[in-house]
């Protein structure tokens, strides 16, 4: 039976990660879990993201999958040392590909990071980019209304632009060369974002270099699945599945089937 790469996130923003490993590594399979009946994570303490984090784990170890991604900002920014003690398989998260991109293509060396109110507040990007280069000069803005708009799958309304420039405002006109996408919901809003920004400001997507770096490590592990056939995907939603369902089809072009799962445990544990 094949393993899976098992992608977790609080909602759909992980879907970002997903078109680009279904692109990358189309023989690989991918089990997703959105945690759509509790996002934001954002907003959320950094003890309950843990929670959540872990309880979704433990519903995915199930699947006996051979790799865990997890494909949000916010759960990889405090979530992420702990679920790697607790699994033998390799955990990857989105901040670390992200802030090595951002190195690599950064001239000025004034880098902008966007990201939920919990990511920014954990300074994780701001971290990460000074441990590679610590003369790095860093803004950071949280932007909380981003998310929830492309939860309610509105990235292609007519009022993204504004909710966008509403939340960049703080970052327009500032000295940065390149902009860290420090959520995978913002790859939603790219279009939104760089029109915002201006030509000069390279976007960064964490989702794409997550996608990459997965591609890598499984490389080297030699853990590429090489059965020539197509996989198929699961997908698991905690919320709404008939919205979850409409956003992912819309996103990855293709048709898919969704399991709602309701938690038997308290959200907080």
């Given at each position: ?5 098992a ?15 279904m ?9 997703y879990?959105?945690?759509t ?66 190195i ?30 610590p ?16 939860e309610?799958?509105?990235f ?40 915002a ?12 270099e ?21 996989p ?38």
């Amino acid at each position: 039976m094949q393993q899976a790469i098992a992608v977790l996130d609080s909602g759909v923003g992980g879907l970002t990660v997903v078109k680009e490993l279904m692109r990358q590594l189309p023989q690989e399979k991918v089990i997703y879990f959105g945690d759509t009946a509790r996002s934001p994570y954002g907003p959320r303490s950094a003890g309950e993201v843990r929670t959540f984090t872990r309880q979704i784990v433990e519903y995915l170890i199930q699947f006996n999958p051979k790799m865990i991604v997890i494909a949000c900002n916010t759960a990889t920014a405090v979530a992420i040392e702990d679920i790697r003690e607790r699994v033998s398989i390799p955990v990857i998260g989105v901040i670390l590909p992200g802030a090595r991109a951002a190195i690599k293509t950064t001239r000025s060396g004034v880098i902008g990071v966007i990201g939920t109110d919990g990511t920014i507040r954990s300074n994780a990007y701001e971290y990460a980019l000074r441990l590679i280069s610590p003369n790095i000069q860093v803004y950071s803005e949280a932007c909380p209304l981003l998310a929830p708009f492309v939860e309610k799958g509105l990235f292609g309304a007519d009022s993204a632009n504004e909710v966008v420039e509403q939340s960049l405002r703080q970052l327009i006109g500032k000295p940065i060369d390149c902009l860290i996408l420090g959520c995978t919901h913002y790859p939603f809003l790219v279009e939104a974002i760089s029109r915002a920004m201006g030509p000069d400001v390279t976007l960064i997507s964490s989702a794409d270099e997550t996608a990459r770096e997965i591609s890598t490590i499984l490389y080297h592990r030699d853990m590429l699945t090489s059965s020539g056939q197509l996989p198929i995907h699961q997908f698991f939603c905690s919320g709404e599945p008939d919205l979850f369902k409409q956003i992912a089809q819309n996103w990855l072009k293709e048709q898919i089937s969704i399991t709602p799962v309701v938690w038997q445990v308290p959200n907080i544990l």
